[in-house]
């Protein structure tokens, strides 16, 4: 990737741009014990966007979500939130 396409992807900032994605279903999916991705952006997120919309905060770190129960328990929503808006 050259430095530019880097660069622009730091640049960038979903919150910007999250109400303009509609009629798309949008589902967070955040750990609220994260210190890498803070859950204060993802209510940031969801505040601005527009139905259908979801935000689950799971009481985890970030990690925690790559597996074991914290990972059946984000693909299980993951599943349903398809099965319901995207299928």
Do not use: N
Not at 63 to 77: N, T
């Amino acid at each position: 990737m050259p430095w530019q396409d880097s660069r622009a992807s730091l640049e960038y900032t979903p919150i910007e741009v999250i109400d303009r994605i509609v009629p798309r279903a949008l589902l967070l999916i955040g750990a609220r014990d994260d210190d890498l991705c803070r859950i204060e952006g993802y209510e940031k997120l969801y505040e601005r966007a527009r139905e259908p919309k979801r935000l689950v905060v799971l009481p985890i770190t970030h990690y925690e979500i790559y597996g074991g129960e914290w990972l059946d328990e984000s693909s299980r929503l993951a599943c349903e939130w398809f099965e319901r808006f995207l299928k």
